[in-house]
């Protein structure tokens, strides 16, 4: 069956659903229709995976503490997180970036913590 590409508009032959002579204009196409929130969501993780990073370097054994300037200071960017976590009893926050995670305490300190 004679269909036409809805990316370049070629004549093509193919399965009744098939909507692209090529993968080339698969992707252009599929590139396009994806390319509002491209940048947006690129920059969000850039930003995720730099407080990770941050993170595991400053806490390699797994649990530390450390204080908000140091956190500043390499560049984390305390707006970005993958998930919070409230515990039961004491109802204390953690922020998480994927298994790494931070909790506030006083006097301008975090504990950092490794999930397991």
Same mark, same amino acid.
């Given at each position: 069956?004679?269909? #036409?590409?809805i990316e370049c508009g #070629? ?10 002579? $090529?993968?080339?204009?698969?992707? %252009? ?6 390319? +509002?929130? %491209? ?16 993170? #595991? ?9 450390? $204080?908000?300037?140091?956190? #500043? ?9 993958? $998930?919070?976590? %409230? %515990?039961?009893?004491?109802? +204390? ?5 994927? +298994? ?17």
């Amino acid at each position: 069956m004679k269909k #036409e590409c809805i990316e370049c508009g #070629e004549t093509f032959i193919g399965r009744v659903d098939k909507k692209f002579c $090529s993968d080339y204009c698969r992707n %252009t196409y599929n590139n396009k229709m994806n390319k +509002d929130g %491209t940048n947006l969501i690129r920059n969000i993780n850039n930003r995720l995976r730099k407080n990770w990073r941050i993170l #595991e370097q400053l806490n390699p054994n797994e649990k530390c503490k450390v $204080s908000k300037k140091k956190l #500043e200071d390499a560049g984390f960017d305390f707006n970005h997180f993958t $998930s919070i976590y %409230t %515990t039961q009893k004491t109802k +204390d926050v953690y922020y998480f970036c994927y +298994d790494q995670g931070y909790l506030a305490i006083e006097g301008d300190y975090y504990v950092l913590v490794k999930k397991k």
